[in-house]
């Protein structure tokens, strides 16, 4: 667990702000929570920083194996990376994801943690071979009185602990408050799914105080589905309406744009981010009708990843990646430094073609080309001003001093 950007002292290691607080404050101000999902190798914390900066209002770390984070101070080190903010400027609102199968073993990793983050997440999702054949990720989706079991040990040993993981509005408020939760996928046989979530969830039938997740994320699609096909609608807006009064559901997959989101909500009923629904077909006379979009009432929250890498000011609303935001990665990377390959696969997405509509690139394929064939961090910004040039771009520091000539 790296410190940055503080002085270290345990007053500033400590995030105030429980996640669902976030939950509240988002559906006070008429929309949606805004999150950025666990990526492999990306969802760092300069990237973490830069999403923020564009209204993101909580991000996942990657996918942390519990078991070595237990065991090695190296891996703490490497995986779980912070930034500490004195003279009270906030954290980035950060929830932890780790991977395990062993209840010991998830609350002794949420444990060594939970000072650093606002949350702590089991991994039910990663559909990944390796993940599946260690009873990681998706694999979990068949056992869930373990993972049951897991959440469970996790909340009674932070409680332990001292951290106020309980659902009362005294928790919530606590500068101590942490959340516990789990992120899953969805069965073909959609009674599996709620057979599951009915296990790990086990509230008190409704009123919601004594339930052991303080929220679901579900990504629709199986453990079989490819990324390339649609998420499942029927399935998620069965599970929104079942559950969704009854705890925030967030949603991750096909989170492309604000506006073309394959759902309604009243949480999207404004000038700035009403869904658009548009065909492959510009002849009125051929094209099929538009299919009327699901109404999800009970969806709270939306979750990006793929779209996120390329466009970190999705959420604030831009179509397409704007050069401002590699400005705001490229600050974040000099303070909180990232391997050449990772920093480098950043910068690629960012420049590249989004995964919305507008399908504009800040720079051509053969020109992001070169950043990758850079062999030093001095070469990609060198090699990054020419193509800025090229491009007819300027960055904001040559903006502000034009402005003051």
């Not at 490819?226 to 967030?250: H, N, Q």
Request: charged residues 25%.
């Amino acid at each position: 667990m790296d410190l940055v950007d503080g002085d270290g002292e345990h007053e500033h290691l400590y995030p105030t702000l429980h996640p669902l607080k976030l939950f509240d404050a988002a559906k006070s101000q008429g929309r949606y929570l805004y999150a950025c999902a666990p990526m492999v190798r990306y969802s760092k914390l300069a990237f973490r920083q830069t999403v923020h900066h564009y209204g993101t209002d909580l991000c996942w770390t990657p996918m942390i194996l519990a078991k070595e984070f237990n065991r090695s101070s190296v891996a703490r080190e490497s995986d779980l990376t912070i930034s500490t903010r004195p003279n009270g400027a906030p954290h980035v609102p950060t929830v932890v994801q780790f991977g395990a199968s062993q209840p010991l073993e998830l609350a002794r990793a949420s444990s060594l943690a939970a000072p650093y983050v606002s949350g702590v997440d089991l991994n039910c999702g990663c559909p990944q071979s390796w993940a599946c054949a260690e009873s990681l990720g998706a694999a979990l989706m068949d056992r869930r009185e373990l993972v049951r079991d897991m959440v469970v040990e996790t909340r009674s040993r932070l409680a332990r602990d001292g951290w106020a993981v309980g659902l009362s509005d005294a928790d919530v408020e606590s500068a101590k408050g942490r959340s516990v939760t789990v992120k899953i996928r969805v069965h073909k046989d959609l009674r599996r799914t709620i057979d599951f979530v009915d296990t790990v969830l086990a509230d008190d039938g409704g009123s919601g105080w004594r339930r052991n997740v303080d929220w679901l994320t579900i990504h629709p699609r199986t453990r079989k589905t490819p990324s390339s096909l649609p998420i499942d609608l029927e399935a998620l807006e069965i599970l929104t309406e079942k559950y969704g009064k009854r705890v925030p559901i967030l949603v991750s997959g096909d989170v492309f744009t604000l506006r073309t989101l394959p759902y309604t909500s009243h949480l999207l009923d404004n000038d700035n981010h009403s869904p658009t629904f548009t065909t492959s077909s510009t002849d009125s006379t051929t094209a099929p009708p538009k299919p009327q979009p699901l109404h999800l009432p009970n969806l709270a929250g939306l979750m990006s990843a793929r779209a996120l890498l390329a466009n970190p000011a999705l959420f604030a609303g831009h179509e397409a990646c704007p050069w401002e935001a590699v400005d705001v990665f490229l600050a974040n990377l000099a303070r909180s430094p990232l391997v050449l390959k990772s920093g480098v696969h950043h910068l690629t997405e960012m420049l590249g073609p989004g995964y919305g509509p507008d399908k504009r690139a800040l720079i051509g394929k053969r020109d992001r080309m070169r950043l990758t064939k850079c062999g030093n961090w001095i070469d990609v910004l060198d090699t990054l001003e020419e193509l800025r040039a090229k491009a007819g771009t300027t960055t904001a520091e040559e903006k502000l001093a034009n402005n003051t000539r």
